[in-house]
């Protein structure tokens, strides 16, 4: 399609650098030949320059009729036809033709590569595959072939994993000819305008490249429900819409100024394109002008505006990477002229065409999304995606099925206005241009959605020890993206939050709390997550204890009551749970064995739990008011809640269940060691919740590491063995002996 603006003829329709159609010029035409077929080939290459490849095809076909015993003449005119079907995309007739000039051994490498291309855009993968490794071993220099090989490859995966994009085509919008490259007609995205070809457009005659009529702009609207109505001509007095190819076009960002390619087509003579701006002025449109690039014998087109003063553009001008490339060219001021262009270099561009080049702003990020045949990808042109950062575009990634296709697909646009998004009810939406089967015809303008992945997240709240269901607890989550929600448990023990309110690629922290248990934090992600799910956390919540709890030994030098740094950690099961508790009130106690007076005892005691208190509050941050020392002196002898065993100096001793180390009891057993093994029972620091109505005056919620693991009052501690050893003596009063564990162990039988 010559001139369809080459906006449209150069990557839809040339799948390669038309660099190479100067090889035509190194190709003579034998002198044996007879007139006639002279003038019939001769024509033929003069409109296969002019890129008029459907008129070429009909003068190729009757100059090989005249040729008779040159068989590189034949085979050259084969291979032209070849390429005059490739470039009109009509890819069954072009495979077809090059495989006979293929296996005709043409030495023309692009006759390979047009065979396995023509192949890979009709979606026969494996054929084409072959055609590829077939295409490397002739001429194993040629990238295209590597190209090709991994394409065939990856397309077939892709098909067998797609992405989550739906895809469907508007058959409202399109015709039996080609439409292509939608843009957005507004601000509210209420009107749409593409480029098309169907037999109302404005130019007469037939373009010479395709055989279609010459393309203008239209517009199609919603209706007050809706729905698209029926396509109409951007205008109709041909000051846009002209005798020429119109498309590819864009606005500003405030829908005042139409940026788009212009095609001229004259006979006899091979057209640039140029983009032109226009200003909408009410219904009508001042006279296009236009916007000069390059130089007249280049094409430049497919214009797209990052912002009123920058714009990304497609063109085949010198210092590029090879057919057609994406360029940046900016200007100072809205009024002053665009300054000199630059290449976006290879990181974007290829040796291959890079077309159709559209803008996503989203907040601070800039996306470009656009088309090139020059990278892997499932056929004819892949969409890929690239951002902005620093100055810099990233590594263009491809969009995959089902946006690519074995097709041409192209000019990819993004709604990310919230009304269009929960209308259409999706995460992503928007619409692209393709030629993919399951349209009315040539390109098609089809839509595109990304469903939302949904999750909700649910769970039954237990009690820990009865396993019976708590209802009224408060469950209360708090989200990554700064989302704090809450919720109770019902009849059944059960607490929900639905799909609104748990969101994608967001991590969730969870605390659920109950008069009269211990608060369980949890943490539930969808970071990562490709489909919807529904998540499910339990807890079980441990009913805070009516007596004391042991802490895990805390020894200290004789008589004396500095805590010592070793034993610090003893506490460290404490502070988590006042932490995780913040509304506890706590009340440490330090006991000693029932030698000594009970003056002297109860103040070693009392001042050994103030040490412990002292710690938590100045080094761990506990409100003073939260924790109060006790010290109990002799006076609360310790009631076994389980077996005990303790060793001493060697010998093991065993203490059932049940029994209070009371000092009768304790100077009624049979040996000294025995006896000291039962005053180390009663050494001890413990506490109790005496309150649960603390109102938090800061946040308190920082977990402490090491894990705490709660032993309850009916767990079996047999295996809880105390050393006997003691560090300060076997009969001073308080003398304590050590017994440190790998882990806090809160015990809960005092």
Same mark, same amino acid.
């Given at each position: 399609?010559?001139?369809?603006?080459?906006?449209? =003829?150069?990557?839809?329709? =040339?799948?390669?650098?038309?660099?190479?159609?100067?090889? @035509?010029?190194? @190709?003579?035409?034998?002198?044996g030949v007879v007139k006639a077929q002279k003038n019939f080939a001769g024509e033929a290459d003069k409109k296969f320059e002019l890129h008029k490849y459907y008129d070429a095809i009909q003068l190729y076909k009757k100059a090989y009729t005249k040729v008779k015993g040159n068989k590189l003449e034949k085979n050259r005119i084969l291979f032209q036809i070849g390429r005059c079907y490739y470039y009109v995309n009509d890819m069954k007739k072009a495979s077809l033709t090059m495989k006979r000039v293929v296996s005709a051994k043409y030495p023309e490498p692009d006759a390979h590569y047009i065979y396995g291309d023509a192949l890979k855009a009709m979606g026969e993968y494996e054929d084409a595959l072959i055609a590829f490794q077939e295409f490397k071993k002739t001429f194993p220099d040629d990238i295209r072939a590597d190209i090709g090989i991994e394409s065939c490859n990856m397309a077939v995966a892709w098909m067998d994993n797609p992405t989550r994009y739906e895809v469907e085509p508007n058959r409202k919008l399109n015709s039996r000819n080609a439409d292509f490259a939608p843009s957005y007609y507004d601000k509210k995205h209420k009107a749409l305008m593409f480029t098309t070809s169907r037999e109302e457009v404005y130019g007469r005659g037939t373009d010479s490249w395709t055989g279609l009529p010459f393309t203008d702009f239209f517009v199609v609207s919603k209706d007050r429900k809706g729905n698209w109505g029926t396509p109409v001509p951007l205008d109709e007095e041909g000051v846009i819409n002209s005798e020429a190819n119109e498309g590819a076009g864009t606005f500003d960002p405030k829908f005042r100024e139409l940026y788009f390619t212009r095609c001229q087509a004259v006979k006899k003579k091979k057209m640039g394109c140029e983009i032109y701006v226009a200003v909408k002025k009410g219904r009508t449109w001042s006279e296009p002008e236009v916007i000069t690039l390059a130089a007249d014998s280049f094409t430049v087109g497919h214009p797209a505006m990052i912002d009123e003063n920058t714009m990304i553009f497609a063109s085949n001008m010198p210092g590029g990477e090879g057919g057609r490339d994406l360029w940046m060219v900016k200007r100072p001021k809205k009024n002053k002229p665009f300054e000199k262009a630059e290449n976006l270099g290879n990181v974007i561009n290829t040796p291959g065409d890079e077309l159709y080049p559209t803008i996503r702003l989203v907040g601070d990020h800039v996306y470009m999304y656009f088309s090139t045949n020059g990278r892997a990808g499932m056929g004819g042109l892949d969409i890929f995606k690239t951002e902005l950062i620093d100055g810099k575009w990233t590594e263009p990634e491809n969009m995959k099925y089902p946006i690519n296709s074995n097709g041409d697909d192209f000019?990819?646009?993004? %709604? &990310? @206005?919230? &009304? &269009?998004?929960?209308?259409?009810?999706?995460?992503?939406?928007?619409?692209?241009?393709t030629n993919r089967k399951g349209g009315r015809g040539n390109d098609d303008i089809w839509s595109f959605r990304m469903p939302p992945i949904l999750f909700t997240l649910t769970g039954i709240v237990r009690d820990d020890s009865t396993k019976e269901i708590i209802v009224g607890a408060l469950v209360q989550l708090e989200g990554s993206d700064g989302t704090v929600l809450q919720d109770s448990t019902d009849a059944t023990g059960s607490y929900y939050f639905d799909n609104t309110q748990i969101l994608e690629?967001?991590?969730?922290?969870? =605390?659920?709390?109950?008069? &009269?248990?211990?608060?369980?934090?949890?943490?539930?992600?969808?970071?990562?997550?490709?489909? %919807?799910?529904? !998540?499910?956390?339990?807890? =079980? !919540?441990?009913?805070?204890?009516?007596?004391?709890?042991? @802490?895990?030994?805390i020894l200290y030098d004789f008589n004396k009551w500095d805590l010592k740094p070793q034993y610090q950690d003893s506490l460290l099961g404490l502070v988590q749970i006042m932490k995780e508790n913040p509304n506890l009130i706590i009340e440490l106690g330090s006991h000693t064995d029932v030698r000594g007076s009970d003056e002297f005892n109860d103040t070693l005691s009392f001042k050994r739990a103030k040490s412990c208190v002292d710690y938590i509050v100045t080094e761990q941050g506990i409100e003073p008011d939260r924790i109060k020392p006790k010290g109990y002196g002799e006076r609360v002898p310790r009631l076994l809640q389980k077996d005990k065993t303790v060793i001493f100096e060697g010998d093991t001793f065993f203490f059932e269940k049940g029994l209070v180390m009371t000092e009768e009891y304790i100077n009624g057993l049979s040996s000294r060691k025995e006896q000291e093994a039962a005053h180390q029972l009663n050494r001890r620091t413990t506490f109790e919740i005496v309150g649960t109505d603390y109102v938090p005056q800061k946040d308190t919620n920082t977990p402490i590491d090491p894990k705490i693991e709660i032993i309850n009052n009916d767990g079996d501690d047999n295996g809880d063995v105390d050393n006997g050893e003691e560090e300060g003596g076997t009969n001073e009063e308080g003398a304590d002996n050590p017994n440190l564990n790998d882990k806090v162990i809160l015990n809960q039988d005092y």
């Open positions: 399609m010559v001139s369809k603006i080459e906006t449209y =003829n150069w990557g839809m329709k =040339n799948r390669y650098s038309l660099i190479l159609i100067v090889l @035509l010029s190194l @190709l003579i035409v034998p002198q000019h990819m646009i993004f %709604s &990310d @206005l919230p &009304d &269009d998004l929960k209308e259409a009810d999706a995460k992503e939406m928007g619409w692209f241009t690629e967001t991590t969730y922290r969870l =605390n659920v709390s109950k008069v &009269d248990y211990y608060s369980e934090k949890g943490k539930e992600t969808t970071v990562g997550l490709i489909e %919807s799910k529904d !998540l499910v956390h339990d807890f =079980n !919540l441990v009913p805070i204890p009516k007596k004391p709890i042991v @802490l895990p030994d």
